[in-house]
């Protein structure tokens, strides 16, 4: 299936120059929807979630919809911050952080501060992406990356838990990396190439 266009269900801008970054190159333009949609995520898994935002977006704009469910799993703490990975400053688990200066900076200080003086900082990156094509009709991917969980923030690139991640193999955070050489080996990145052979076996 030779698929143009697709829209894309996220309101997170960041994770949406990614997504048009990684799909780009493979000739899938990616069109941002013009309004934003609340969406309430009450999946209790990635699936679940990718699942309904882009039937959501799909039902209100009728074109092929890509939607990212993705999230940091921890495995000292796991499965958090999991599925809460976007609101972990504000969970009661652990106790909440305020939102300062930015829900990101807050995430990644009780992360740090749930793991201090703990010794295995083992944690993964997941992506589900849900292509939903309408009539209850889709294919999802997965991708994952595996890493650890660093001391300190490094960089200043990318998103999310990015400066306190570095992929396994690597010696530098998410952060640190040019957007293509994360793209290279992120879950992300994986899951939207999956995708990508997916549509090329259906005809
Ligand atoms: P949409 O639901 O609107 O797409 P969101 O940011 O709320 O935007 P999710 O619910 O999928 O998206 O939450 C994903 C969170 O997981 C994200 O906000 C980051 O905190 C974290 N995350 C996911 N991918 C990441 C990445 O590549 N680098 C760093 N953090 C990431």
Known sequence: M????V???SSNPKKVKEIKEILRPLGIEVIVPPKKLEVEEKGTTFLENAYLKAKAYYEEFKIPTVADDSGLIVEAIAPYPGVYSARFHSIPEWGKEEPIPNEDEAN???LLRVLKNKTNRRAKFVS?????LGDGKGIF???????NIIESPKG???FGY??????????QTFAQMEPEEKHKI????????????????FK
């Not at 589900?128 to 939903?132: E, F, K, P, S």
């Open 162 to 171: 990015d400066p306190i991640f570095v992929p396994e193999g690597y010696n």
């Open 7 to 9: 829209l894309i269900a």
């Open 186 to 201: 992120s879950h992300r990145g994986k899951a939207l190439r999956k995708l990508y052979e997916l549509l090329k076996e």
């Open 156 to 158: 200043d690139k990318g």
């Open 141 to 147: 991917t997965e991708g994952e990356v595996y890493g």
């Open 128 to 132: 589900n992406i849900v292509l939903y």
């Open 108 to 110: 990644i200080r009780k």
């Open 2 to 5: 030779k698929l143009q266009k």
